[in-house]
């Protein structure tokens, strides 16, 4: 079985620590337990390792947040992993800093990497494991706010929350989203 895990954030190191960035350092925190190298590819930075018998492949998008459906839609079919399997790593500031969400299918609900995603894959059906960043900014900040970087206190609980994504994303690989969702979403 192949899977394709997308941590979706923005290239640059004036991005690098950012909120918005919060699923490419997901994947890469899976990479550096793992000792993966990641791989410029096609639209994406890319690596690959076997867990559990699965296939999992690690993608970055170059193609900036926005435009992130062009990668995931180009892995998909080049890998020829079918949407169940993928999943979307993704900031979410509808939830609150730390918490975690996985699920089926559900609404961009404004986030414009999911929105090419849905755009360029064909709808709203694929999983994702959306990671609470948080609301803490006045209307009409929120651009200033995900891109904005993490505070020390968030910075320092960060790899916990990250871990835990990470063993969320392999459970999600291993044992399939209902039972992942079973065990974690709480």
């Not at 900014?137 to 891109?147: E, W």
């Not at 505070?151 to 960060?158: A, G, N, S, V, W």
Request: proline share 4%.
């Amino acid at each position: 079985m192949k899977y394709l895990l997308v941590g979706l954030g923005n290239i640059g190191p004036e991005y690098e620590l950012t909120r918005h960035n919060i699923g490419f350092l997901t994947v890469d925190r899976l990479a550096e337990k793992e000792n993966l190298t990641w791989k410029s590819d096609r639209l994406a930075f890319k690596t690959e390792y076997k867990f559990k018998g699965r296939s999992i492949h690690l993608i970055k998008p170059t193609t900036y947040m926005n435009l992130s459906g062009k990668a995931v839609n180009y892995w998909m079919k080049e890998l020829q992993i079918p949407k169940e399997n993928i999943l979307i790593i993704v900031d979410e500031v509808a939830l609150p800093f730390g918490k975690l969400r996985m699920k089926p299918k559900g609404s961009a609900a404004g986030h414009n990497g999911l929105k090419n995603i849905e755009a360029l894959t064909g709808g709203q059906n694929y999983p994702r494991l959306r990671m609470g960043i948080g609301d803490d900014f006045p209307k009409g900040r929120q651009v200033d706010y995900v891109l904005g970087k993490f505070t020390q206190e968030e910075f320092d609980q960060l790899p916990e929350i990250m871990d835990q994504a990470i063993d969320m994303s392999l459970a999600f690989c291993t044992i399939g989203i209902q039972h992942t969702m079973n065990q974690f979403n709480n």
